[in-house]
């Protein structure tokens, strides 16, 4: 069980704007800065959100994030059928010597 | 083009031994870490340990320390990932991912395109 929670599953129709939550503690979330993956069907992860709420160049502006205590969360608005994939938050752990934790990871259905 | 490509599929016995690779192009292998991620089938990302290919340095996951040997040979720009005797609970895509570090904040990108270990008897 990861100690990063999400939600295991979202969706929403096309157009419209979606959020996923990512849930720590004070030893990742809480100190620490959050990184989001997109994983598309049968592809390897890619980053989507580095930094809390940084993106790379080539993400479209559709993807947001943002950061508060020991939460964060993803947006995606305009939400489109590419959108449909497995989007993973993750973190540093402080505890036991420090280690990078993922969240359980979220399914997004675009309906 | 940065790229990281990992060795092809493999299918193995329980008790055999294993060492899958992921070869570092277009950039200065000895300068990023190169990360190994475990993705059970239909399930999660678990990050599994981290090498500092100029030195070797290595840092595992709780989770993985003990079970798996994470190497690199900078000479070649490869890391890899090795187990000495599988089981078939180490059945999953390995992908390894560079870690690109700016100011302290790190994240991974790129991936490599994933090695399918298969254990079975």
């Known amino acids: 069980q990861s100690v990063l929670t999400q939600p295991p599953s979202a969706s929403g129709t096309p157009g419209q704007r979606v959020t996923i939550s990512c849930s720590g503690s004070s030893s990742n979330i809480g100190s620490n800065i959050v990184n989001w993956y997109q994983q598309l069907p049968g592809t390897a992860p890619k980053v989507l959100i580095y930094n809390n709420n940084q993106r790379p160049s080539g993400v479209p502006d559709r993807f947001s994030a943002s950061k508060s205590g020991t939460s964060a969360s993803l947006a995606i608005s305009g939400l489109q059928s590419e959108d449909e994939a497995d989007y993973y938050c993750a973190a540093w752990d402080d505890s036991l010597n420090g280690h990078v934790l993922f969240g359980g990871g979220t399914k997004l259905t675009v309906l | 083009e940065v790229q990281l490509v990992q060795s092809g599929p493999e299918v193995k016995k329980p008790g055999e031994s294993l060492k899958i690779s992921c070869k570092g192009l277009?950039?200065?292998?000895?300068?990023?870490?190169i990360a190994w991620v475990r993705q059970m089938p239909g399930k999660g990302l678990e990050w599994m340990g981290i090498v500092y290919p100029g030195n070797s340095h290595t840092v595992y996951s709780p989770s993985f320390r003990g079970l798996t040997t994470i190497s690199a040979d900078k000479s070649i720009s490869t890391a890899y990932l090795q187990w000495s005797s599988l089981k078939a609970s180490d059945t999953a895509m390995y992908y390894c991912?560079?870690?690109?570090?700016?100011?302290?904040?790190?994240?991974?990108?790129?991936w490599g395109q994933g090695t399918l270990v298969t254990v079975s008897s």
């Open positions: 277009g950039f200065s292998f000895t300068n990023y870490w």
């Open positions: 991912a560079r870690q690109i570090d700016v100011r302290g904040v790190d994240w991974f990108d790129p």
